[in-house]
Nanobody, 122 residues
Framework: QVQLLESGGGLAQPGGSLRLSCAAS????????MGWYRQAPGKQRELVAH???????RYADSVKGRFTISRDFAAYTVYLQMNSLEPEDTAVYYC????????????????WGQGTQVTVPS
């Protein structure tokens, strides 16, 4: 079992910055990938940023150049540095962890945090 705890959300003005943190605990394996998703009211949850078990990153086009995802492997923590925030960034941001085990065949596990609200007024 894995638990994810997000923090760092809040209110920021357009052009401002926030730094989200997600601390993972539990049975975490070395192949775990982590990422951030967001969901605005009435919209589908979408991938914002992803970081692999070896530190490779990818971003949604809408946040490239503005957001940076990183992780502290020793602390099992992933961060999302959000700069140049826009009203369109307003959403609940969810930390996500995916890992694979190979006991009795390949099994993929997905874990989600409870979400942290980010609000950027227009």
């Amino acid at each position: 079992q894995v638990q994810l705890l997000e923090s760092g959300g809040g209110l920021a003005q357009p052009g401002g910055s926030l730094r989200l943190s997600c601390a993972a605990s539990g049975d975490i394996f070395s192949n775990a990938d982590m990422g951030w998703y967001r969901q605005a009211p009435g919209k589908q949850r979408e991938l914002v940023a992803h970081i692999s078990d070896v530190g490779s990153t990818r971003y949604a086009d809408s946040v490239k150049g503005r957001f940076t995802i990183s992780r502290d492997f020793a602390a099992y923590t992933v961060y999302l540095q959000m700069n140049s925030l826009e009203p369109e960034d307003t959403a609940v941001y969810y930390c996500h962890l995916s890992q694979i085990t190979y006991w009795a065949g390949r099994r993929d596990y997905d874990y989600w945090g409870q979400g942290t609200q980010v609000t950027v007024p227009s």
